[in-house]
C-alpha cells in the first residue's frame, strides 16, 4: 500500500509540472491524507495488565483507607547513592562552572575515565580482556537493548526467552521483525524459548535456527541463574550456528556463587557472538541518573546480502551513535567513576547485601507459607507459583489478605501465566513486616 502511494506520488508530481488538472488533482488528493504513521506501534498493544492492577489497588485502597501497601512489585531501588557519587558530581557541577574546566559533549563511547574503570574493575578482575573502545556508555541498559535492532536487519529472526521482560519483543515489533500477534498472544515470527519449572526455567535450544537470541541471567522475573556450564554451551552452540547472543547482565552484582560467571566473556570465545549488556541502575541506584554501559566486541560482525559484504557491529554501533545519541552527561559520568572508587565499591556491596537480605526474608516467610519459589539467592527477584493455578487469585491474595502488591506473571509473557513475582528493592522494615503476614497466609 505504501510503495504504491509513493509510485502515485511521484508520478502525479511529475505530471503536476504539465498540466493545471493533474495539479489540482493532486492537490485535492493529498489533502486528505494525513502524515504517515510507523504502524507497526499500532501493533504494540495496550498495556491491559497495568489497569488491572490499577484497578485492583484502587479498589482495595478505596475500601481500606486506612491500609497501607507494601509495595514488592517494583524494580527501581530504594537505597540513596553512595556519598562519594554524590561528592563527585557536586564536583562535577562545579567545573562545569569554570571556563577552565567545563566540558562540552563527551567522547562518543564515554569519558575514558569511567570506560577504563569498567574494564579494570569489571573486567581485569575476571581474567577477561576487553578494550576501552569496546565499551560505549549509554543513558541505561533498556535503551540500549531496545535500540540494537537499528544496527539489524528487520529479516533476522528473533528467539526470546518466556517469561521475560517484554522490551525485547516490543523492540521487534516497531522494528517490524515479529509479524503478526497470534491467538496464543505470541508473535508469529518470533522463536519463543520456553522456560517451565520443571528445568528450573531454563531454556532449551530452539527447533528451528535463529539469527539473534536474548538471553537475561541473572532473569527477571524467575531470579534464576545460568551455571558457567550451561552458559558455556549456549555459547558454543551460537559459535557453531552463527547466531548473535544479546546478553542481559543488569543484576550480574547480586550473584555469589562461584559458579555462576559474572560476564558472558569468562565463556571461552564469547567475544565472537555475544554482546553484553550492564547497568549502575540497581547496584549503585542510579535508577534516576540511567546510566549504563554496553560491551560490544571488535570480533563481532555481521553481513549485508545488498552490500554483499560484512561489518564490525562494534564500528556499526559507533556509527547509529553518532547519528541518534550523545552519552550521559559528564556530571553523571563522573558519579559513575566514583562507583569504582574504594568508598563506592564498599556502598554497592552494602546495597547488595542489603536488598540479598530482603530476599532471604521473603524466602523463608515463603517456606513458611508452604509456597514454591524460585530466585531470590543470586538475584534480587523471587518467582512464587500460585497455588490457585492462577496468578491474579494469588495476586488478589496477596493484596487483600497481606496488603502487599506483587507482579502477576503474565505482565512477563504467556508462561508468566500461574506465578507472581516479588522484588526485593524495598524498605527492609517493611519486608519484614510483609514476611511476617506471607508467613500467616492460609
Not at 490499577?54 to 509495595?71: A, G, L, P
Not at 555462576?260 to 571461552?268: A, G, N, V
Not at 496468578?391 to 497481606?402: E, H, I, R, T
Request: net charge positive; proline share 4%.
Amino acid at each position: 500500500m505504501y510503495e504504491n502511494l509513493f509510485y502515485f506520488r511521484t508520478i502525479s508530481e511529475n505530471l503536476c509540472k504539465y498540466t493545471r488538472f493533474w495539479q489540482k488533482l493532486y492537490n485535492f488528493a493529498f489533502l486528505c491524507i494525513m502524515v504517515l504513521i510507523n504502524s507497526q506501534f499500532l501493533k504494540v498493544a495496550d498495556d491491559e495488565i497495568q489497569r488491572q492492577i490499577d484497578k485492583r489497588t484502587n479498589w482495595f485502597q478505596t475500601v481500606y483507607r486506612d491500609k497501607k501497601i507494601i509495595r514488592l512489585d517494583s524494580g527501581d531501588v530504594v537505597r540513596p547513592l553512595a556519598p562519594c557519587v554524590v561528592k563527585a558530581m557536586t564536583g562535577a557541577i562545579a567545573e562545569m562552572g569554570d571556563e577552565a574546566t567545563f566540558k562540552g559533549r563527551g567522547p562518543l563511547g564515554g569519558y575514558p575515565f569511567l570506560t577504563d574503570a569498567i574494564v579494570k574493575f569489571n573486567f581485569k578482575n575476571y581474567r577477561v580482556k576487553i578494550e576501552p573502545d569496546e565499551v560505549f556508555i549509554n543513558h541505561g541498559t533498556k535503551e540500549d537493548l531496545v535500540g540494537m535492532g537499528d544496527i539489524l536487519c528487520r529479516d533476522n529472526r528473533i528467539a526470546v526467552i518466556d517469561p521475560v521482560s517484554q522490551d525485547y519483543i516490543e523492540s521487534n515489533v516497531i522494528g517490524n521483525r515479529a509479524g503478526d500477534l497470534t491467538e496464543n498472544r505470541q508473535w508469529s515470527h518470533i522463536l519463543y524459548l520456553e522456560c517451565k519449572k520443571e528445568n528450573d526455567f531454563m531454556p532449551e535450544f530452539p527447533k528451528l535456527r535463529s539469527d539473534v537470541i536474548y538471553l537475561s541471567y541473572p532473569n527477571n522475573p524467575t531470579g534464576c541463574v545460568m551455571t558457567r556450564e550451561t552458559l558455556e554451551k549456549w555459547v558454543k552452540y551460537a559459535i557453531e550456528n552463527d547466531i548473535l547472543i544479546l546478553f542481559d547482565a543488569t543484576y550480574k552484582s547480586f550473584i555469589t556463587d562461584a559458579d555462576i560467571p559474572r560476564t558472558i566473556y569468562e565463556i571461552k570465545d564469547a567475544k565472537k557472538v555475544a554482546i553484553e549488556f550492564r547497568s549502575f541502575s540497581k547496584n549503585a541506584a542510579f535508577t534516576g541518573l540511567h546510566c549504563g554501559y554496553t560491551i560490544i566486541p571488535k570480533k563481532l560482525s555481521g553481513y549485508s546480502f545488498r552490500a554483499n559484504k560484512s561489518a564490525s557491529l562494534n564500528a556499526l554501533w559507533r556509527k547509529r551513535l553518532m547519528i541518534k545519541n550523545y552519552t550521559p552527561p559528564y556530571i553523571i559520568q563522573k558519579g559513575a567513576e566514583a562507583i569504582y572508587s574504594e568508598e563506592g565499591l564498599k556502598w554497592v556491596a552494602e546495597n547488595v547485601s542489603y536488598y540479598m537480605s530482603n530476599a532471604a526474608i521473603m524466602r523463608r516467610a515463603l517456606s513458611e507459607a508452604r509456597l514454591k519459589y524460585w530466585g531470590g539467592v543470586n538475584s534480587p527477584y523471587i518467582w512464587v507459583e500460585s497455588p490457585y493455578g492462577s496468578s491474579w487469585k494469588l495476586f488478589d491474595k496477596l493484596l487483600n489478605d497481606c496488603c502487599i502488591l506483587s507482579s502477576p506473571g503474565e505482565r512477563f509473557g504467556p508462561l508468566g501465566k500461574g506465578f507472581v513475582r516479588l522484588s526485593s528493592f524495598a524498605n527492609q522494615s517493611k519486608v519484614i513486616m510483609a514476611g511476617t503476614r506471607i508467613s500467616d497466609i492460609k
